[in-house]
């Protein structure tokens, strides 16, 4: 199956400053890329969508100037908490799909931010 | 707005089958009922999709009835290793947003597996 990859797997940043995780799409092209976050113990809860050289649609709730989402190339999204808070630590977890026609969405392995 | 409904936790020993099943009262004609696995800090691995009747992988089956309101994910002979939580989702594949709410690809709470030797 299309893999994904998400970097780093894990990170330790102090609170104000700003962390980039990216999310690659490692042999196919992805034209939507979405970012989950997920608290310990709860369920995937999606952050953003965001479809190749266009702007980032964000989940009601989900602040788009604080998570800066790119998606520059068919093969790479980022995602940047800025400011980031103790609040801000989570699992974040991207996923990818394909064409229109593809029936499978691919998850990477997600990424441990600790904000201390 | 599909809504899916699971067990929030069930327990197996190893070698049983475990038959999972999901509640989608509300899905619509072009939905697809994809089931996923997580384990612990790592990110969901897709199991099996399937829109009506059966349909069976090298991992597990999904049976889904006439109706669609409902579906079971069955799993054979498990193991230790398939201790996770197990997530029902339902949504239209060629919806450009599938994989996001808009496009109804939304994750519930999942059933956690626990399988004792």
């Known amino acids: 199956g299309a893999v994904v990859s998400q970097h780093p797997s894990r990170v330790i940043c102090k609170s104000g400053t700003s962390v980039k995780i990216e999310c690659r799409s490692l042999?196919?092209?992805?034209?939507?890329m979405f970012w989950y976050r997920q608290f310990p113990k709860q369920s995937l809860m999606l952050m953003a969508t965001?479809?190749?050289?266009?702007?980032?649609?964000?989940e009601q709730g989900v602040e788009k100037d604080k998570f800066l989402i790119n998606h520059a190339s068919l093969t790479l999204s980022t995602l940047t908490v800025t400011s980031a808070h103790p609040e801000d630590s989570s699992f974040y977890i991207c996923?990818?799909?394909?064409?229109?026609?593809?029936?499978?969405?691919?998850f990477g392995p997600g990424t441990r931010l600790t904000v201390t | 707005l599909a809504k899916t409904t699971q067990p929030i936790s069930m327990d197996s020993y190893e070698g049983q089958e475990v038959n999972i099943t999901c509640s989608h009262n509300n899905i619509a004609t072009n939905d697809y009922i994809t089931w996923y696995q997580q384990f612990p800090s790592q990110g969901p691995r897709f199991i099996i999709q399937?829109?009506?009747t059966k349909v069976t992988n090298e991992v597990a089956s999904l049976f889904i009835p006439a109706d669609r309101k409902s579906s079971t994910l069955s799993l054979p002979r498990v193991s230790l290793s398939d201790t996770a939580v197990y997530y029902c989702?339902?949504?239209?594949?060629?919806?450009?947003?599938?994989?996001?709410?808009?496009?109804?690809?939304?994750f519930g709470k999942g059933t956690k597996l626990s399988v004792k030797p």
């Open positions: 965001s479809n190749e050289g266009s702007k980032a649609t964000y």
């Open positions: 989702l339902v949504g239209d594949p060629a919806d450009m947003n599938y994989g996001g709410s808009q496009g109804n690809l939304i």
């Open positions: 399937g829109y009506k």
């Open positions: 996923s990818a799909r394909g064409s229109r026609a593809s029936y499978e969405q691919y």
């Open positions: 042999d196919f092209q992805a034209t939507t």
